[in-house]
């Protein structure tokens, strides 16, 4: 079992920029992959960034492509989120999920374990 739990969420006016991070126990973080995915209310969970075992490969949604930068220590356990030039359409939940299958993607349905988030709110 693998425990993840996110923090660093918060208020943050558009234009501004937030950190997230996942801090994960329980078993060896090294060896999953790494996602962010989020969920505004009324809409489905959407997928944010994802992250290789190795860090060395990412792929973002197009909606985020060049403002959020995902990022890993393994040494620390933990998977990051930096969120630049943020927008009122960012505000959700955000989540970070662990895929011990190497091979989930952009599905949420295929990651393993989940935290139970941390909630973004831009304000105009």
């Known amino acids: 079992q693998l425990q993840l739990v996110e923090s660093g969420g918060g208020l943050v006016q558009a234009g501004g920029s937030l950190r997230l991070a996942c801090a994960a126990s329980?078993?060896?973080?090294?060896?999953?992959?790494m996602g962010w995915f989020r969920q505004a209310p009324g809409k489905e969970r959407e997928f944010v960034a994802r992250?290789?075992?190795?860090?060395?490969?990412?792929n973002y949604a197009d909606s985020v492509k060049g403002r959020f930068t995902i990022s890993r220590d393994n040494a620390k356990s933990t998977v990051y989120l930096q969120m630049n030039s943020l927008k009122r359409e960012d505000t959700a939940l955000y989540y970070c999920?662990?895929?011990?299958?190497?091979?989930?993607?952009?599905?949420?349905?295929?990651?393993?374990?989940w935290g139970p988030g941390t909630q973004v709110t831009v304000s105009s």
């Open positions: 999920a662990a895929d011990r299958t190497l091979v989930a993607g952009t599905n949420p349905n295929r990651y393993d374990y």
């Open positions: 992250i290789t075992w190795t860090g060395t490969s990412t």
């Open positions: 329980g078993r060896t973080f090294g060896r999953y992959a």
